[in-house]
């Protein structure tokens, strides 16, 4: 069977940088939910939004998530959208198949973090840089719910590619 270990949070807490960081270190194998949808589709996230809705991304991520159990056996480090543990049943299915970690900078970073790449995110758009620590606020209020339920969290203290490398090696017995 594989393992799976599925970095979860936040827009901005850093599931894909250091998520590609700490796979090639450790020689594990790098996914990104998104890049996988944008690859499906041809076209990038912020489009797929404009062009068939928010609706049909959603159905298209927790399909794509759940093949990730067709994959050859191997083991992954998968960095998921910052919805994904907040739609359909992805959050129980992923506890259920794998290890989630989730990746909690505070709002002050996140929010530098947004402000610099706003324009990628469909979520973000029409959100002005004086709003965002708000909207991030209001948001994380919704779906820190579904973050919580992961089995791990790297704290803002804690966020660093070397603790992430500890706890997934603590989890394969290496
Ligand atoms: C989303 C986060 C994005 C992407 C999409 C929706 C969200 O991923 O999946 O724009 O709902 O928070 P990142 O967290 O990688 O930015």
New binding site residues.
């Given amino acids: 069977m594989s393992k799976l270990f599925f970095l979860i949070?936040?827009?901005?807490?850093g599931?894909?940088t250091m998520g590609h960081a700490v796979a090639d270190e450790m020689g594990i194998t790098f996914l990104?939910?998104?890049e996988w949808?944008e690859k499906r589709e041809g076209k990038s996230?912020?489009n797929i939004?404009e062009e068939k809705g928010?609706a049909y991304?959603r159905q298209l991520?927790s399909s794509l998530l759940k093949a990730l159990t067709f994959l050859p056996e191997a083991k992954y480090l998968v960095?998921?959208?910052?919805?994904?543990p907040?739609f359909e049943d992805n959050m129980k299915w992923m506890n259920a198949h794998g290890t989630t970690i989730y990746l909690k900078p505070t709002i002050q970073v996140l929010g530098e973090r947004l402000i610099a790449d706003r324009d990628?995110?469909?979520?973000l758009k029409g959100t002005k840089p004086t709003d965002i620590q708000q909207f991030i606020h209001t948001?994380l209020q919704q779906?820190e719910a579904f973050y919580l339920q992961a089995r791990h969290t790297l704290t803002a203290e804690d966020l660093a590619p070397n603790k992430l490398i500890q706890l997934i090696k603590m989890q394969i017995g290496g």
């Fill in positions: 949070g936040f827009m901005g807490s599931k894909s990104d939910l998104d949808i996230i912020k939004f928010e991304f991520e960095a998921t959208g910052g919805g994904t907040c990628k995110r469909p979520l948001l779906r």
